[in-house]
């Protein structure tokens, strides 16, 4: 068997080598030739209907899952942050058993007061008191950042404008109770402490649709009457703090001057002519401080 048959043809019997046609050294010094000279891409293997279906799919799914993180970035620096919030993880399908522990007090038949959720996700909460500044970019930053809120509401504070917090409702954060008028109860007989609680439960059903499960009393203060008039009205928990934020800082309950999973930040409804910043700015502040320690704000409401 001849070794360049491939090439050349192979040789006849008797041992000697056939001499090759024209066309066929026509069509080997064409091979040759061929060999140096550029070949025209290969065409794109196309794949069956279900995996070239499938393929397409993954692909618009990492072009939507890219165009998303962009979305964030640029919302993030449009809302002047200095990176986007952590996304919280998903709510627990029941809220968490609350024990005595730091952070919960608890008394047989009264709601109990939270200081700090029970939980080792490294989420925060942020909650925002009273209702006199009722700046819709406030709003706007929230709903865009991803960033929920629960709000305890003074009805004397809210009652000319209930449509802004109606609106708050609307894209998700919840509107509960901070009393009518903003007392300090621990000073009041149990039947004020009820009129004053009382009273905002029904206003809060009948605003918002929804009457609250949630209390805070004015200033932290409250005592045994307080819980006792809460709970004979539909108030589940009180949730208190552990951190309070401004527009230009932070302040701390504990020594270590840190964040720790389930804390509640308190902060409230003011503008410039009651502290040194807008809702912006105050609700950037928040956001920069949580997700620079490496924490995602979560809603209390889902929690409590």
């Avoid at 794949?47 to 279906?53: D, Q, V, Y």
């Avoid at 305890?152 to 000319?160: K, N, T």
Wanted: net charge negative.
């Amino acid at each position: 068997m001849c070794l360049a048959a491939a090439v050349a043809g192979c040789g006849g019997t008797g041992g000697g080598g056939a001499v090759p046609s024209a066309a066929a050294a026509r069509t080997g010094a064409s091979a040759v030739a061929d060999r140096g000279a550029p070949r025209p891409p290969a065409a794109p293997l196309v794949l069956p209907g279900p995996a070239r279906a499938e393929e397409e799919t993954s692909g618009e799914a990492a072009a939507r899952k890219a165009q998303a993180a962009r979305a964030v970035l640029e919302t993030a620096a449009r809302w002047g942050l200095a990176r986007p919030p952590l996304p919280a993880p998903p709510p627990p399908a029941s809220r968490p058993e609350l024990v005595a522990a730091q952070g919960v007090k608890l008394a047989n038949g009264l709601p109990p007061v939270v200081y700090r959720v029970p939980t080792d996700e490294r989420i925060v909460f942020l909650t925002v008191d009273d209702g006199a500044e009722k700046d819709p970019e406030f709003g706007r930053m929230a709903a865009e950042l991803g960033v929920p809120l629960s709000t305890f509401v003074a009805d004397y504070l809210a009652r000319s404008d209930y449509g802004y917090f109606r609106n708050l409702a609307a894209q998700g954060d919840a509107v509960n109770n901070h009393t009518i008028n903003h007392r300090n109860l621990k000073v009041l007989g149990y039947g004020t402490q009820r009129e004053e609680i009382c009273r905002q439960q029904d206003q809060l059903e009948e605003q918002i649709g929804v009457r609250p499960r949630l209390f805070r009393p004015p200033y932290g203060e409250y005592n045994e009457d307080t819980l006792r008039a809460a709970g004979s009205c539909g108030v589940e928990a009180v949730p208190l703090w552990n951190e309070e934020a401004f527009p230009d800082r932070m302040e701390y309950r504990y020594e270590d001057q840190r964040l720790h999973p389930g804390d509640i930040i308190l902060t409230h409804f003011r503008g410039p002519d009651l502290w040194p910043g807008t809702m912006p700015d105050l609700l950037r502040k928040v956001v920069d401080e949580v997700t620079a320690q490496g924490f995602a704000l979560a809603r209390l409401d889902d929690y409590l």
